[in-house]
Structures are given as C-alpha cells and as structure tokens.
C-alpha cells in the first residue's frame, strides 16, 4: 500500500511540474496621454494577463489564455469622455506580448514564441515602459450621449479633434508592467448603465448577444460590455 501511495506521489509531482510550465501571468497598465487646450489629460487601467501553453492543441492555436479588466477612460473636457477599448489576451501584438515586446524593443529583436518562452522570470529585462506604435493602438472611442449605449462612435486617434474640439489631440499610448492592482469601477462610475448590459448580454444597441445575429455595420450592433469590462476570463 505504500508502495502504491508513494507511485500516486510521484506521479502528481510529476504531472504537477509538467503542466506547470508554459504558464505566464503578469498585470499590465496602459495609459493614454491627450493633449487639451487646458493642459495635458492621463488615464490609466491595470488588467491581468494569464497565457497558458496547451499541452492538447485542440483548437491549433497552442495556448490558452485570459483576461481580467477594463478600458481605460479619460475625461477629454469636462463631461466628455475618450474610451481605450480592451484588446483579447490573445491578441499577440498587444496584450498577450507586452514583456515580450518590451524585450524586442530593447534588444532589436522579432516577437516570436521563442521571445515569449523567454519572459517568464526575465521581468527585469522587460520593465519600464513602453510607448506603443500607432499600428498597436487599442480601439478609441466615445458617446455622442454619455447616457445612450446606442450613440457610440469610433475616435480616429489621428484627429480627435474632429470629436472633442480644436487643439485636442492624442499625445501617447504606453504600456508597462506592473504589480499594482486591477482596476475596478471606473468605466461603471462614468457608464451608469453598463451592468445591465453585462448581465443581460445586450450588444450596445441594446439587442441580446446570444438570440441576436449581427445584422449591420452599425458600431452599436457589433459591440457589448465585453470591451469595456471584462472580470474574469
């Protein structure tokens, strides 16, 4: 019998440290910069990254991953709001990357899984931040009606002054690890109505996520509460 028990030990010590590896995780903040006829505006929101490596590749992307956080909101002039969408934890160029991007910066290097499978317990050469190039940019957007969900619309982040007026204009996107903690309540403190979206699953036009097809190019029909808040993933 204790043969037996100590195989079994044996065996979960084995599994355990196996399917261990291949698992990073690492909380990350991204600050958009304006610049207002006022002054300089900043906001931040910290989100947790989780990546997994699949030692089954069922789906043939060979990792796994999620998401906890929100998008970070700036208030542009008073009562006017600019929102930095979430980007998927899988998306490689932008969340899924960011340590490993810090280290291709620095280094000269491409971003690749060899890079990735480099980041794990390296985070002192991937601390610091980083400024995003345009093509890494997280979605912009706003309301013409703070109130109405339906009124959302796409911010160029080359011109938002064609939305929030003369001399506004997008200074930085930078991103940089952290250890500070997820940001929670601010997207709800400025979208009062977000909760309901979320527990009814409404895209923002206000049509179910689950018994409605997407039926136009109407931003409002092809976007829900996901990309601005997502709590565990």
């Not at 969340?95 to 002192?124: C, H, N, P, T, W």
């Not at 009606?145 to 911010?155: F, G, K, R, T, W």
């Not at 007026?165 to 997008?170: A, D, F, P, S, T």
Request: aromatic content about 10%; glycine content about 10%.
């Amino acid at each position: 019998m204790k043969r037996v028990l100590v195989v079994a030990a044996v065996l979960v010590a084995l599994g355990w440290v196996v399917f261990s590896q291949g698992r990073y995780s690492w909380h990350q903040k991204l600050t958009i910069t304006v610049e207002s006829p006022s002054g300089e505006v900043s906001a931040s929101a910290v989100s947790a990254v989780r990546w997994r490596k699949q030692w089954f590749d069922w789906d043939g992307m060979g990792w796994s991953y999620g998401l906890t956080g929100e998008a970070v909101v700036v208030e542009v002039t008073p009562g006017r709001y600019l929102f930095a969408l979430l980007k998927g934890a899988g998306t490689t160029e932008y969340m899924g990357s960011v340590a490993a991007a810090s280290i291709a910066g620095r280094e000269g290097r491409v971003i690749d899984g060899a890079l990735f499978a480099e980041v794990q317990g390296k985070r002192d050469r991937a601390a610091g931040v980083i400024t995003l190039p345009d093509y890494q940019y997280p979605i912009l957007v706003t309301f013409g009606d703070i109130a109405d969900p339906a009124s959302v619309m796409l911010v160029d982040p080359e011109d938002l002054a064609a939305v929030f007026g003369e001399g506004v204009r997008l200074q930085a996107v930078t991103l940089e690890i952290t250890r500070e903690a997820v940001t929670e309540g601010l997207v709800e403190g400025v979208l009062g109505w977000i909760g309901d979206y979320q527990k009814n699953q409404w895209r923002l036009d206000g049509k179910s996520c689950v018994a409605c097809p997407i039926s136009s190019e109407n931003l409002a029909d092809l976007m829900s509460a996901g990309v601005f808040i997502v709590r565990r993933n």
